[in-house]
């Protein structure tokens, strides 16, 4: 009875193996599925026919072998530990099987080393860090090169505060999208602060602004924006920002940090700088 259960567990372990792989082997891009599937088929109909042939279907010793395995890992209830011989304070000693969680977790770990092994150095299909690294910059390279043809992308040492009102417009549908909920609907400020007035913690004017905006104030809770938004939309927001300078909305917040003056050598670089864009 318990070899017919051992050979029926055989028969559904490899249904379990052959099926999902059968499944992957669907997929045109991996032939890896396909080869595994096959070469598990013929290891399975080898040991059966030679369990038939050789064996005379005598399965005595791979059912011994089988339960054997199976008493190490999990040992027999009946099973009483051998007494190693040493009392101490009436307490004695005995030599317990290491417990069966532990078997499972130490043979877990040599079938994931088996299953990782061949994925990552046999099979190749999944990365090195090396080369994950390289596709990683690969990508980023792509990205750049997207961000640069969609014109996301702005010469950041020469900022000045877009005043047209389609940039103006975005920069508000942004704001209204993604600031409001620290900064009010009127960006009278709530968690963050107020942005209407001349006060600012972090500098005023469109470089200091862009720059918040860009990096965050992460320790206070605002997150860095650049992975959000392009160059252009970020200079959009600080330029919507600072147009909004005195329109001090009902219920803002007092004024935060120190009063912005703009630097006059600043304000005439900004002029000459419009051409280098
Ligand atoms: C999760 C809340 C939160 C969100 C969302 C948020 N901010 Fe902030 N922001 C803050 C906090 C808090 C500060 C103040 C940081 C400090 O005290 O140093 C701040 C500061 C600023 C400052 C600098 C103010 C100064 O006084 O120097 C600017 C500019 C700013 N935010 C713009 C924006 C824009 C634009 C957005 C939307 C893209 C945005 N923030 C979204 C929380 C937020």
Redesign the pocket.
């Given at each position: 009875m318990k070899k017919l259960q051992l050979l029926l567990r055989w028969v559904l372990l490899s249904l379990f193996v052959v099926l999902p792989a059968a499944a992957a082997g669907g997929d045109p891009s991996t032939e890896i599925a396909l080869i595994f599937t096959v070469s598990f088929m013929v290891f399975v109909i080898a040991t059966l026919m030679y369990i038939i042939g050789v064996m005379n279907t005598n399965i005595d010793p791979i059912a011994d072998l089988y339960f054997r395995i199976k008493h190490y890992v999990i040992p027999p209830p009946s099973e009483v530990a051998p007494d190693v011989g040493h009392v101490y304070d009436d307490i004695t000693e005995l030599d317990n099987r290491i417990p069966p969680w532990f078997n499972y977790l130490f043979v877990g770990t040599i079938l994931f080393a088996f299953v990782y092994m061949l994925d990552y150095h046999v099979f190749g299909v999944s990365n090195l860090p090396e080369a994950e690294y390289i596709e990683e910059v690969v990508a980023a390279n792509l990205q750049k090169k997207i961000m640069l043809a969609s014109g996301g992308t702005i010469n950041e040492n020469a900022l000045v505060a877009l005043k047209d009102d389609a940039s103006l417009k975005e920069g508000a549908e942004?704001?209204q999208k993604?600031?409001v909920?620290?900064?009010g609907p009127q960006a009278g400020g709530l968690?963050?602060?107020n942005?209407t007035d001349e006060?600012?913690?972090?500098?005023?004017g469109i470089k200091?602004?862009y720059t918040?905006?860009k990096k965050?104030?992460p320790?206070?809770?605002?997150?860095s924006?650049e992975l959000?938004?392009t160059q252009k939309q970020m200079q959009n927001?600080?330029s919507y920002?600072l147009s909004l300078q005195g329109t001090n909305p009902p219920g803002g917040k007092a004024p935060?940090?120190t009063k912005y003056v703009e630097p006059a050598v600043a304000a005439a670089a900004d002029t000459t700088a419009q051409k280098s864009l």
């Open positions: 942004n704001f993604f600031c909920s620290c900064h968690v963050g602060p942005l006060f600012w913690i972090h500098g005023g200091n602004v918040t905006i965050g104030v320790a206070k809770g605002m997150i924006w959000v938004f927001l600080g920002v935060e940090g």
